[in-house]
């Protein structure tokens, strides 16, 4: 019986990590997938609460691979004060909107993204 009670203290112990660790995860953590493109990984927010965000190769004609994002409004990141500007806003728990904007010509893009986890 007491083993029992252990392995019950230990499985809680954990569900209360995993739900504080759920807690403070953002909601763009995570893949993100586009049709016919490798994903959008982004990281978990620093302390500072910008995340990391790797771009697929297929967007490296208009976005380095790697971008800094900062929070920007309510759903939203975006890179702060760089060309081209990156911004990914969340539609919903499942779907985002990625936009690209340079200031070359054509150094624009709008792509839906869903989750891929």
Avoid: C
Avoid at 14 to 25: D, E, P, R
Avoid at 43 to 54: R, S
Wanted: glycine letters at 8%; a negative charge.
């Amino acid at each position: 019986m007491p083993r029992l009670h252990a392995l019950a203290a230990a499985l809680l112990a954990f569900s209360v990590t995993q739900a504080h660790a759920a807690g403070t995860a953002s909601p763009f953590t995570g893949e993100w997938a586009a049709m016919g493109l490798s994903p959008v990984v982004v990281g978990a927010p620093d302390a500072h609460h910008q995340v990391q965000a790797t771009l697929p190769d297929e967007l490296h004609n208009y976005a380095p691979h790697q971008v800094t994002l900062a929070p920007h409004g309510k759903d939203g990141l975006q890179s702060p004060g760089h060309d081209p500007l990156v911004t990914l806003h969340l539609v919903s728990a499942n779907s985002a909107t990625l936009t690209i904007k340079g200031t070359k010509p054509g150094q624009t893009v709008s792509l839906p993204l869903s989750r891929n986890d």
